[in-house]
């Protein structure tokens, strides 16, 4: 543990290290900060009549349980306003002493927008997943009729997963939205963890410190070990860091925490989300498998620099590699083909292709959701680079196990 | 050439790596003792012009460095400390791109480093790339190198260090041969490096230049001061903790002492003729204030 | 020039930064060569008959042109009207056959170029909003050329390998003291800016010179002196460019952004002093504004990164509708200003990071001594930096090749042992399996039930596999807010009706707006097809998509499209080897899908036909409309029904025949 703990300090305690994930915490709240800005209509200022003051006026009158009085009294309050607007020859004034926000247009469209629609949504959730649920049974047993094994299992665990969900409570869902639909800190966290594996093996060879390492008891494939388990530490500290950053900033740039407790299905792009979660557990499990990915092509980071004479080359291949990883995944994000997903542990980064949709992968007969199986294939694949790593590391000729030939 | 430095000085952080340096150097091999972090390098990289000092001049022959610019670095030849050069150029290669660096036409530089590669004995190792060469062999193509245009000033930052006495002698003698005519500034503190070959020492402490003087000179000012005594284990260690002890030497159960002091250090101590690591102890020795 | 001679070996073949150049061309003409799709396919797919039409229309629109565009559209439906008379009168017995085939020469000579027409008619439509710096020319290859806006990572990968190496080598060796103290010491640092610089630019250039041939060889250049806003993507820029000058530009603009890149990093390199760290620095200057930033606020930066992209300055603004219906400016045009400030920093900033370049790796006495900076000094010149810089600011292939029998305009196909219809109404198809309840082919209960963009729009039989094509359209969330783009995805899945297995066979996203990691990006209009597609059919070697007049193949294996000069608006069949149609004069035709050929199916000549286990049944025009039947090849046609008849359709294993008489549907027995 020593070992690895000095291994840690020195790899990635470097002054260059800890400015470049203060700068990236910088860039990233500033870009948070900047989605909320630029897209979010309740950014507009905290006046009497502004969005975001009408609206948090009106949610404390609407949030919590679905109530049939509450639907009743916000229809009451969009109806009028839908009919009056629906000819578009409502007053257009924006400093209408009737309306809420000073415009009628402006009312209805902040109305729709942040309830009747959410809300609607929410309502009829349930149903929708109850039909889910009642047609996956109903192919469960055409299945069964027609002895297709593997579809009857598929079918039974759509309905397990499907049958009883709702979204009883209305909240606001859009600073979720935006966190859970939010990536760009994924490019930082890949800088930043390229950055700091890549040149592991190489500054030794650099600084001639491997000749030196060779000759210590604990040097040679111990030393490989340890380094391996300090990149170990190291890549999921910086997605953790990373998620955690994400988190805070849209909370404090939208100043809410609010939804954070819904089901992650009330957010309507992750209406299939093949997990009963809730919103924060989901972006706790999202933060797992990105550390999960980035680990799986941390190992792979150093397999590729493991020869390398300088630092340059093997960034310069490993960058070159992770574009191509990172150009794939994306493009088979939303693609049928779930293998081509669970293979490119850029899903596992991204979360959202494996954990935004109900895909289940046939492993021996079995159905395995998408992000258990592309979870698992990283860490089996990981562990076989390390394997591969550590029993090609050098070692001191009086060790007693040699080197594979 | 002669070679002024007027009250340079350098400061990293708040805290003077060179203060108030003023000598002079004239032609000759001038050897540069100091305590590691003294402030060799910082000195001898101003010289060279790699850093820039925060403070004093820098003469050559009379006239400005700075003034002189390209024809100051035209003069001077320059060995790195721990050269390692590139690992994939051949070592006749090299000799040709540093001639050209030193703007000598590439026939002059052919003979000018089948010359010094018989000199410094590497003309077996011209096809040699200089990944493959010993590290003795690398300080000599460094000093060849440095040798190439025929350079008025020489500075050796280093040059010995790490090399086998063998090498080191033969080393020793190369600059000894290459001194004439030029002012040759060695910075190290292996003392017997610079006994033997250097006409004047500068002794460096903590930034300031605490003497300059030929050796005997040196070693004259500390005369009196040298003491050798013959001791048991005991006696030893009660001698090593209240003295500057110098060389120790173990002959039977007794030890042979060399103790560098002002007054006698004990009963039955004989006085011995003292020599630069003497002076170097003398002066060098860690607190404030030299073994007094 | 012998430092030079030395510098450029040390970096190009000491430090393989030549091999490095080298892998960057080839990956990314590889890459250009593998990826590159015509923007406009109609004007590529049609090509001649297009050049006929632009013989005419060449250049600017004027009166002439535009009569001649309303003339030729009204002679094209007139020819068509006077084909379907003359074919009608003829078969009817109303004209003789010479006069019938003269009529059908004089609307065959009209409608010669009617598809190259419809591409013409559709520029013309994009014309006539601006004529006065919109050309009629072929846009391929000057769409192509001046349409790459993504960011060329083998170049970037290039940049930034040769800019570490440059200096980082030396420290990496501590050759760099040596290096400074000779009098060829600066010499030598400034070899190394211009080895770098000059590489940058020659990559450039060469690509750049790469991607010119590339498209003057596939599609042609012509007329680079036409305005830039003659090419679409260009349409409301306000630039008054040529296209060639626009070219040249665009050209110059990424030979500077990487210079600008060069002179950064190598900036960097001799700051850091690391490679991994000036590595790092490099890709991050690049990516973070390429995927945190607007588009329209990264042109107004004066970074490598808007000159690497380059076109988006000769662009003009785009707009996107809110959901108010009001117009969002997505991208607003670079002014000239703007762009000579960006471009003036920029310049600026290259400048100074190539003289710090050099300064930081000269000798401190071949520097001409200057007033230091006072304390305060440094931090506002910190300030005018940073101000300056934010200024601006994709298994039953067997059973796919058997023989099948296929009409297109059939609303149920029969399998073995099941059988797939199509409920008109609900536009759902519902396998019936002996001995089974009727299900949806599609059965994931997901499918559609949370988003309305889900449904199945066709479906083919082939043995035990059904074949569904199915049409996804989702917003796409990788760039958060409100201006979501949306992808429509077309999936045609593989369905074993024994096994109920399912396998997804192709996948192709159709839109062109999509966006990566919120990098936005565009596929043409190659799959422009896909949302028009009725129905389809395949066989081991192709798909084929029958869309409203036109049908397209596409390669299995390498996903090449082509369209077949077959008229799609009667009938196809297919037989697993053949496809049958009804040609422009109502003679039914086979094409051969191994060998690509067309030949006339004896001498039919047909209202309507069908395919059928035995062969093929049609209503014979050279006998009264009666209904006949044939073998395959067109012989042994025998009458089963007197006429007239209108039409033959097969289902389910039987004919039947709507009557002209009374327009009943009728059984008839085989």
Redesign the interface.
Known sequence: MRLVWYEFAKLFCRR?VLV?FVLFSV?NLA?IYS?WD??S?LADGGGERSWHTVYWQLYDQYRGPIAPEKVQRLLATWQPLAQATADMTANTATDDANSLTGNL?SDR?LLE?YFIDPMRYCYEYGD??A??????R??AE??A????L??QRE?AA?YQI?AGRTVPDFAYTEMA??YL????S???VL?LG??GV??IFVEER?TQMDRLLLTNPNGGSRTVLAKLMAASGFLPLVTTWFSLLDLAGFGAAFGTLEGLDLPVYAI??F??APIDLSVLQFAVLAAALRSGGLWALGMVWLAVSLRGR????P??AN??LT?AL??GG????????VW?KALDPYSLLAG?PLLAQ?EFLDIGGFPVLSWQAALAISLVAGLAIAAVIYLLSPRNTYCPIRRLR | MEIQFDNVAKCYKGKYALKDFSATLGEGVFGLLGENGAGKTTLISILVGILRADGGTVRADGRDVGAQGRAFLADLGYMPQYPVFYRDFTVGDFLLYMGALKSLSPALTRSRAAELLDTVNLSDARNKKIGALSGGMRQRLGIAQAMLSDPKVLVLDEPTAGLDPGERIRFRNLISRFAPGRTILLATHIVPDVECIATEILLLRRGKLLMQGAPSALEQSIAGKVWEVTADLEQSRRLAERCCLGNMKQDGPLFSLRIVSDECPCEGARPARPNLEDVFLYFCQDGDAPCA | MMVLAYEWKKLMIGQRGLACLLAALVVSGVWLAATEQPQNIAMQEHRSDYAWCLERLDGALNDQKEAWLQDESEAITEAKAARAEAQESYYSGLTSAEDYESAAARAGEVLAHERGFDAAFQQYLYVSENPTNRYFLETNGWAGLLSVQTLDFAVLLAVLYLAAAAFCSEYACQMDALLRTTPEGRASARCKVLIVVGSAVALCVVLSLLQLTFFAVKYGLPHGDYPLQSVPLFGTSEKSLSLAEAFVAAAALRCFGAVMLAAVLLFASVIVRKYALTALIGAAATLIPLIGLPEQFIFRLPLPLPFLLATGFLEGGRFAQGDGGEAIAVFAEVSPWEFALVAGISAALTMLALYGTVRRSTDCWLLERRPRFGSKAKPAAALLLAVALLLPVTGCSSEASETVVYNSAAQSLTGDGFAVALDDETRTYTLEREGAAAMAVETSPLFGAFSDGESVTGAYVAGSCIYYLTSRTQQYIDRVGNYNSTFTQFSIVRLNADTLERHVIFEQIADSDRSLLGIDYTVGDTWAFLPDCRSFFLNDRSFFFVVNDKIVEVDRAARSVQTLAIPASGNIAFDGRAMYFVDEDSRVRAYDTQTREVAPVGNIVARSFCLTEDGLCFVNRLDGDAVCTCTKDGSDAVMVLEGPALSVDYEDGELSVTLKSDGRTVPVEL
């Not at chain 1, 039909?131 to 996956?136: D, F, M, N, T, W």
């Not at chain 1, 009729?145 to 297709?148: E, K, T």
């Not at chain 1, 639909?181 to 760009?184: G, P």
């Open positions: 260059s470049l860039i870009k989605e630029a897209y209509f247009y469209n927008k929708r997943a039909s889910v649920a009642e047609k996956a109903q192919n055409a299945a009729q027609a002895g297709a593997y579809q079918s759509l499907y939205n935006y639909n939010y990536d760009f994924l490019v930082l800088l390229l950055y890549a040149g650099e309507p792009s209406a299939e300088n630092a340059l080359v960034l310069v960058f070159a574009a990172v150009i994306a493009s088979a994000a939303y693609s049928h083909f081509a959202r109900t």
